[in-house]
C-alpha cells in the first residue's frame, strides 16, 4: 500500500510505471470517501482487482 497525497494521483503512478522495472495493479482511493481505514483498503483492493481485470481483458 502506498499513501499519495497528491491532487493528480494517476499521473504519479503513470510515470512509477514507465520508470519501474516490474508491473503492477493499483485501486486508488480517496480519503473522503471512507470513515475508517479499513475501508480504505478494502476500496483500495476492490479497485486493484477491477483494474486488472481490465488490463487482463485488453490483453486479449
Same mark, same amino acid.
Given at each position: 500500500?502506498?499513501?499519495? !497525497? ?14 519501474? $522495472? ?7 482511493? !480517496?480519503? #473522503?470517501?471512507?470513515? #475508517?481505514? $479499513?475501508?480504505?483498503?478494502? #476500496? ?6 477491477? $483494474?486488472?481485470? #481490465?488490463?487482463?481483458?485488453?490483453? $486479449?
Amino acid at each position: 500500500m502506498i499513501y499519495i !497525497d497528491s491532487p493528480e494521483p494517476e499521473y504519479l503512478i503513470q510515470r512509477i510505471q514507465k520508470n519501474a $522495472n516490474a508491473s503492477f495493479s493499483y485501486g486508488l482511493v !480517496d480519503f #473522503k470517501e471512507c470513515q #475508517k481505514l $479499513n475501508e480504505v483498503i478494502q #476500496k483500495a483492493d476492490m479497485r486493484m482487482y477491477e $483494474n486488472k481485470r #481490465k488490463v487482463k481483458g485488453t490483453k $486479449n
